[in-house]
Nanobody, 115 residues
Framework: DVQLVESGGGSVQAGGSLRLSCVVSGDPYSRLCTAWFRQAPGKEREEVAT???GVVDSVKGRFAISQDNVQNTLYLQMNSLKAEDTAMYYC??????????????WGQGTQVTVS
């Protein structure tokens, strides 16, 4: 089993910055893949960044993902935030399969609101 606890969300003005944190603990094999996802109201959940592949194109140049293996913490640094970044942000972890990751474990989410 894996536990994920996010923090760092909040309300900011457009152009501002936030850093999300996610403390990950539990079965090490289920933590080989880690990532950030987000879900805006009325939209499907979308991948934002993974440790393996980096950030998606829509946030490239503004967001960065990093990991502190000593503290078992995953980070998402978000700069130059836009209104369209408003969403619930989730960290996830799971198994590394031959061609992809399977995210079986999810945090409770942290809200990011950009106005």
């Amino acid at each position: 089993d894996v536990q994920l606890v996010e923090s760092g969300g909040g309300s900011v003005q457009a152009g501002g910055s936030l850093r999300l944190s996610c403390v990950v603990s539990g079965d090490p094999y289920s933590r080989l893949c880690t990532a950030w996802f987000r879900q805006a109201p009325g939209k499907e959940r979308e991948e934002v960044a993974t440790i393996r592949t980096g950030v998606v194109d829509s946030v490239k140049g503004r967001f960065a993902i990093s990991q502190d293996n000593v503290q078992n913490t995953l980070y998402l640094q978000m700069n130059s935030l836009k209104a369209e970044d408003t969403a619930m942000y989730y960290c996830a972890s799971g198994l590394r399969l031959p061609t992809r990751c399977r995210y079986d474990y999810w945090g409770q989410g942290t809200q990011v609101t950009v106005s």
